[in-house]
């Protein structure tokens, strides 16, 4: 697997009469400073890059992605074994290759403050693996999500792009391990090797 460096190298080595359209405004994202590569949960290799086509913002977080518009690369699935949710609403289109979104019901449910201090219902408790559901997602389709909705991508097809609109953010995010309670993401990723540009 590349590490973050290689996935830029990779992506603005290539001539631009090569690229696609979401190749060539994330290669202009990346010179304007408009991105970030992730790593896996293990800090180790890339996971997944992302490419703002709006000027990112800052928020407690770091980087920023609510009210966007933005380019996700996946370099590969999500590694960490556990559903997620979102902090805001959101709708992707996967503009080439395609993954698997591995998707949970509703589990038991409690209470939290989002970051305005309302209360809001979340799934306390993870579903088991036996409950999720497994949908093959290709070029082409588009999906809506909510915020509360919990799921993960695993086996991304080479060259996978999407574009995503994100929504106003509403919520704290985080994982959902099967049969354990919910763990807030600072608490469950700890990786430190973010590759990124400067959010305005």
Same mark, same amino acid.
């Given at each position: 697997?590349p #590490?973050?460096? *290689?996935?830029?190298?990779d992506l603005?080595n290539?001539?631009a009469?090569?690229?696609?359209? +979401?190749?060539?405004?994330?290669i =202009?994202?990346?010179?304007a400073?408009h991105?970030?590569?992730? /790593?896996g949960?293990q800090?180790? %290799?890339?996971y997944l890059a992302?490419?703002?086509l #709006? /000027?990112?913002k800052k928020?407690e977080d770091? +980087?920023?992605?609510? *009210?966007?518009?933005?380019?996700?690369q996946?370099?590969?699935?999500?590694?960490d074994?556990?559903l997620?949710?979102? /902090?805001?609403?959101f #709708?992707t289109t996967i503009?080439?290759?395609?993954?698997? *979104?591995? @998707?949970?019901?509703?589990a038991s449910?409690?209470f +939290?403050?989002?970051v %305005?201090?309302?209360a809001? =219902?979340?799934?306390?408790?993870g579903?088991?693996e036996a409950?999720?559901t497994?949908?093959?997602?290709r070029?082409?389709?588009r999906?809506?999500?909510r915020y509360?909705e919990?799921?993960m991508a695993t086996n991304?097809?080479p060259?996978?792009?999407?574009l @995503?609109?994100?929504?106003?953010?509403?919520?704290d995010w985080?994982?959902?391990?099967p049969?354990k309670?919910?763990?807030?993401?600072?608490?469950?990723v700890?990786?430190?090797?973010?590759?990124g540009?400067?959010?305005?």
């Amino acid at each position: 697997m590349p #590490t973050p460096a *290689e996935v830029l190298s990779d992506l603005v080595n290539l001539p631009a009469h090569w690229q696609p359209w +979401y190749k060539r405004a994330a290669i =202009e994202a990346v010179a304007a400073g408009h991105y970030i590569v992730i /790593p896996g949960r293990q800090d180790t %290799d890339a996971y997944l890059a992302r490419y703002w086509l #709006t /000027p990112p913002k800052k928020d407690e977080d770091g +980087y920023s992605s609510a *009210e966007s518009i933005v380019l996700h690369q996946f370099i590969r699935g999500d590694d960490d074994g556990a559903l997620h949710n979102h /902090p805001y609403d959101f #709708t992707t289109t996967i503009l080439s290759g395609g993954y698997d *979104e591995v @998707v949970g019901p509703p589990a038991s449910s409690g209470f +939290y403050r989002d970051v %305005d201090g309302h209360a809001r =219902e979340q799934h306390a408790i993870g579903p088991a693996e036996a409950l999720w559901t497994t949908i093959a997602r290709r070029a082409g389709d588009r999906i809506s999500k909510r915020y509360s909705e919990i799921h993960m991508a695993t086996n991304p097809l080479p060259d996978t792009w999407t574009l @995503v609109q994100t929504g106003v953010r509403c919520n704290d995010w985080g994982f959902y391990p099967p049969g354990k309670p919910f763990v807030p993401w600072r608490q469950f990723v700890q990786h430190t090797t973010v590759v990124g540009g400067k959010p305005a």
